[in-house]
């Protein structure tokens, strides 16, 4: 019933929901915040005792909160009510606009459910609107956010729930009012956005400190590539991908500088491109970026050049930053040099450094072919020839490539060999002479003077055989004391002379260890050309060479 001091409580309630909502936001934790929830309940809102139950993330609430019993907050604080049964008691009861009431004669059946409760036995309400130990009151706490489309669903049904704030022992001892009501569902709406915004700053400072963390293992991150790209015992650098700067080195470390023998800051006006030796720019281009590997020569200041191997890697500045390229560097030269040398072991005489008969046949090998070219030139050229019809390969496959096997055609790059074919008459025609190059007398001196002397005379033959022939000309040790030259670009005549020039430098006296021997030279001249083996042209000069040591007396053959 109203009276003339209503105006008056509901000015005085008002004034005590407003401070209670001011410590709501004074609270700076969420666990702080829950409590002054609970706290504002009993201390502005004149009930005995509030529990503030929060929804978890799976969806059952426990009870964060309580106030005015240290007795039933011990018992009942952090434990846990479902979901399912919290919504059985939403549902139940009278709807007094959010909030929900449940009157003791309807809640027994909740006795034995899983929410937790606190509550003590009384006797049966002397009037109607007397509250009993056994009445429940609920104001639901729901995320701000619109209504339920629809008007008739349950209360707060279209909105997110946060919580439930459940409230016992009106200090009157009676159900509240039409304004007591009003008050504890604007306090819920309030306590839900208070609640809301304590979680916005919890996860706010959450999010700040794996944010610091993260920076910090970035940081982190970085002075440990700093240090590992700085300090790296091969050279490393970093350049740029794409663009017009494209392959511009940006970073180099102190070891690429200092097998360069280039600073840093000279360094970044390159690019690997520009460092690169000429022949291994092609090598350079194929390499891929990303895992690409390739083996070359980088240039140093000082005008020479180091093997290096090069092992690429693309790299983000950021998740969608930029790209760039880490190029690891590594100085392969004595590798290098080992295998050259190891090559060259495996390709030379160990003893005069001449290229050995493997070299040799690998050499002749690349200059022929199996169609003998010369002599189908011939035929062609012969009065009355008519060419067989050839099948279009080109227009029937498009590749333009005759099938394997069908010998040489019109795409065929291979420079044939020709031989001259006066005999010792010089016809003009240039080809590929193989000298076939037998010592006299260097058995007596082997047998005589020993092996030392013969090693030496060798060596000394070995180099004026060399020294004799232009660049580009080949000079190999077939074993013993056979030698090959191979000399491209001589007619008959030329060849001829080559030999006698050849043979007059060996003649002279060779001193080894102060005594001067001397051993002749027998020469056979023999031609390459496609269609031959490699046996068969020097089977060839080495027949010529035994015609002409017989053709001459001993004592012609061995100058002393």
Not at 341 to 353: K, M, N, V, Y
Not at 420 to 427: A, K, S, V, Y
Not at 528 to 538: F, H, P, S, Y
Request: some cysteine; hydrophobic content about 40%.
């Amino acid at each position: 019933m109203e009276t003339e001091s209503e105006p008056y409580v509901r000015l005085a309630t008002l004034r005590q929901l407003h401070q209670v909502v001011a410590d709501l936001n004074t609270a700076r934790s969420l666990a702080d915040t829950l409590q002054a929830v609970a706290d504002g309940i009993v201390a502005g809102l004149n009930y005995e005792l509030a529990c503030v139950n929060l929804v978890r993330p799976d969806g059952d609430l426990v009870v964060a909160a309580f106030a005015g019993s240290p007795a039933a907050e011990a018992l009942i604080t952090g434990r846990v009510g479902s979901r399912a049964s919290w919504d059985r008691r939403l549902a139940m009861g009278q709807a007094w606009g959010d909030l929900r009431f449940i009157p003791h004669t309807e809640g027994w059946v909740l006795i034995e459910d899983d929410v937790p409760q606190w509550h003590t036995e009384g006797p049966a309400p002397r009037f109607e609107d007397e509250w009993h130990p056994h009445d429940r009151l609920y104001a639901p706490m729901y995320s701000s956010g619109s209504r339920s489309a629809h008007p008739g669903g349950p209360p707060g049904s279209g909105r997110e729930l946060l919580g439930v704030i459940s409230v016992d022992r009106p200090r009157n001892g009676r159900h509240p009012g039409p304004w007591g009501r009003e008050a504890l569902q604007m306090y819920a709406s309030q306590s839900a956005i208070a609640i809301s915004n304590a979680r916005l700053r919890s996860n706010m400072q959450r999010a700040l400190v794996r944010l610091e963390r993260e920076q910090q293992a970035l940081r982190a991150s970085e002075e440990s590539f700093r240090q590992a790209f700085e300090y790296a015992p091969s050279g490393m650098a970093i350049a740029e991908m794409g663009g017009d700067q494209h392959g511009r080195l940006l970073r180099t470390n102190d070891a690429l500088c200092r097998l360069l023998g280039r600073p840093a800051s000279v360094m970044r006006r390159y690019s690997f491109a520009d460092l690169v030796h000429p022949e291994d720019i092609g090598t350079l281009l194929r390499t891929s970026a990303e895992g690409g590997r390739a083996e070359l020569r980088l240039g140093r200041r000082d005008g020479t050049y180091v093997w290096v191997s090069l092992r690429n890697s693309v790299v983000a500045d950021t998740a969608d930053g930029p790209r760039f390229l880490l190029t690891h560097v590594e100085d392969i030269e004595e590798r290098k040099r080992h295998e050259l040398q190891l090559a060259h072991r495996a390709s030379h005489d160990a003893l005069t450094g001449l290229p050995n008969s493997a070299e040799l046949r690998s050499r002749l090998s690349a200059r022929l072919c199996e169609r003998p070219f010369a002599a189908a030139a011939r035929e062609e050229t012969a009065p009355g020839f008519e060419p067989p019809y050839e099948y279009d390969y080109e227009h029937e496959h498009g590749f333009g490539f005759s099938p394997a096997g069908g010998g040489a055609g019109p795409y065929d790059h291979h420079v044939h060999t020709v031989a001259p074919t006066g005999g010792d008459i010089d016809d003009g025609t240039k080809g590929l002479a193989v000298l076939f190059c037998d010592l006299d007398g260097f058995k007596s001196i082997n047998d005589r003077f020993g092996h030392h002397t013969g090693d030496a005379v060798l060596i000394e033959v070995a180099r004026r055989l060399t020294t004799g022939v232009r660049d580009g000309d080949t000079v190999a040790r077939l074993g013993g004391d056979e030698f090959v030259v191979l000399a491209d670009g001589l007619g008959s005549a030329d060849a001829a002379d080559l030999a006698v020039r050849l043979r007059n430098a060996i003649i002279p006296p060779i001193r080894v260890d102060g005594r001067a021997v001397r051993v002749g030279a027998s020469f056979g001249i023999g031609w390459a050309e496609c269609g031959m083996t490699v046996e068969e042209v020097l089977n060839s000069a080495d027949q010529r060479m035994y015609i002409e040591k017989r053709s001459r007396s001993k004592v012609h053959r061995r100058a002393g």
